[in-house]
């Protein structure tokens, strides 16, 4: 496992929270670089168990050497298909990193940044049949408003489409660079790179199905999660954090609260974090990626 891969971000908080017993069995949705599975190995004793997810094929290249890790390179939607392969009903903790690995980021060929001039791509499974290029150039006017307004919360979407349609009929836009081009002449000078970064952001949620993945895999945590067990999630942007809290507080991505008749909150969760945990100085000058992290916690009930 290469640190620079991915550096784990509140890797320290993360592990405490997931509240790990002796025997315990663990999911890793998200394992990436390997950096939060390690520290779970660590906190784990002989008899625990560690079942780690990603669908990329490079994460599998930094698989753990330990007995107790069952590597699945698939997206943790289907989370609950593979534990029952392993004969595993429910777990005592489960841990998701939602971030992109900086691997991806920092890898030109896989078109996730606009740092690097490289192929419209974004896929996080290679395999997958969708890629940003398709949806950018094949996706129809309406379709594309709503992704940029919905994931990526641009607020001139209607402008910028305009200009990639205008653009996408002279000729097909297939690179980063082509596509960082014409969105900069949307984007406000002052915050052109934020401006940027959402616009990526958006194209990587829709190729990657990343809010329809989320929604399944929190609806199947209630499933996998024996009573007591730890719900462990890092969230980066507003659209997914608001569905980990909504959930949390209460057992559906609306956030509406159930109550019984005598008025108490009917919820599948313990909140064990009132006040959503964030990086300290000294992590945000190690790690800047950590910038944006949010680590919520919850215990089933």
């Known amino acids: 496992m290469s640190a620079i891969y991915h550096i784990p971000v ?47 094929e490079d994460a599998a290249g930094n698989a753990i050497e330990d007995d107790r890790l069952f590597f699945i390179r698939h997206n943790f939607r289907y989370v609950r298909n593979f534990l029952k392969y392993y004969d595993v009903e429910q777990v005592d903790a489960v841990f998701a990193d939602l971030g992109v690995s900086s691997h991806e980021f920092d890898e030109a060929d896989r078109g996730f940044s606009f740092r690097f001039d490289a192929p419209l791509d974004m896929r996080m ?35 910028l489409v305009a200009q990639i349609v205008k653009a996408r009929s002279e000729a097909p ?6 596509l960082k081009e014409i969105a900069s002449s949307c984007a406000p000078k002052a915050i052109e790179n934020k401006y940027l970064a959402q616009v990526f952001q958006a194209l990587r ?31 980066y942007h507003s659209l997914e954090d608001r569905l980990c809290k ?13 109550k019984d008749f005598y008025g108490n909150v009917q919820s599948p969760f ?29 215990e089933r009930i």
């Open 205 to 235: 949620i829709e190729v990657n199905e990343e809010m329809e993945a989320l929604r399944e895999f929190l609806a199947t945590s209630l499933d996998i999660l024996k009573p007591g067990g730890r719900l462990v999630i890092l969230t």
């Open 246 to 258: 909504n959930f949390m507080r209460s057992g559906n991505f609306e956030g509406k609260i159930e």
């Open 270 to 298: 313990k909140i064990i974090n009132r006040k959503v945990i964030i990086a300290g100085e000294e992590e945000l000058q190690a790690n800047p990626r950590s910038r944006s992290a949010k680590l919520r916690i919850a």
């Open 173 to 178: 836009i297939k690179t980063t660079t082509r």
């Open 125 to 159: 499974n290679r395999e997958a049949g969708l890629d940003a290029a398709k949806v950018v150039n094949e996706y129809d006017e309406e379709k594309l408003q709503m992704i940029f307004r919905m994931y990526g919360e641009v607020k001139n979407a209607r402008k």
């Open 10 to 56: 509140l890797a320290a908080e993360s592990i405490e929270g997931m509240n790990l017993h002796p025997g315990a069995s663990a999911v890793d949705a998200t394992f990436g670089g390997g950096g939060h599975s390690a520290m779970i190995l660590n906190a784990l004793d002989s008899g625990g168990r560690l079942f780690a997810f990603d669908q990329d």
